[in-house]
């Protein structure tokens, strides 16, 4: 059985936000993303960076060991099981500074 598929962001979750620049590195995150990897876990880059911001942040997380399986795209056997790449990336967890879970927004008051 194959991991799980994690899509992670990359401002404001693997290291500070402080876009176009790159801050301080998330090293427990970085760590436990490498772990989880190295336990069968497939990683996914999901990022709004391209071009050379989004060449930076690839180098900033190979320079700590980070690898991904994918950036900005689903993994292949996704790509093959629906029969194209959508815009909307796959994952069983999603890993993101801006993250709501949908179930509290019930319950939130400010979005009324």
């Known amino acids: ?4 598929i994690i899509a992670v962001d990359f401002d404001g ?8 620049g790159i801050g301080e590195a998330n090293e427990r995150l970085i760590r436990r993303l490498k772990e989880l990897r190295a336990q069968g876990d497939r990683l996914i880059l999901w990022t709004c960076r391209n071009g050379k911001q989004l ?5 900033f997380c190979m320079m700590r ?8 795209e ?21 890993i993101d500074d801006r993250c709501v879970v949908p179930w509290e927004m019930l319950n939130c008051r400010s979005l009324a």
């Open 74 to 94: 689903n993994l292949p056997e996704i790509i093959e099981e629906f029969g194209g790449d959508s815009r909307k990336i796959f994952a069983d967890l999603y």
């Open 55 to 59: 060449e930076e942040a690839l180098f």
């Open 1 to 4: 059985m194959r991991g799980r």
């Open 13 to 20: 979750t693997l290291c500070r936000d402080c876009y176009p």
């Open 65 to 72: 060991g980070l690898v991904f399986d994918a950036v900005n």
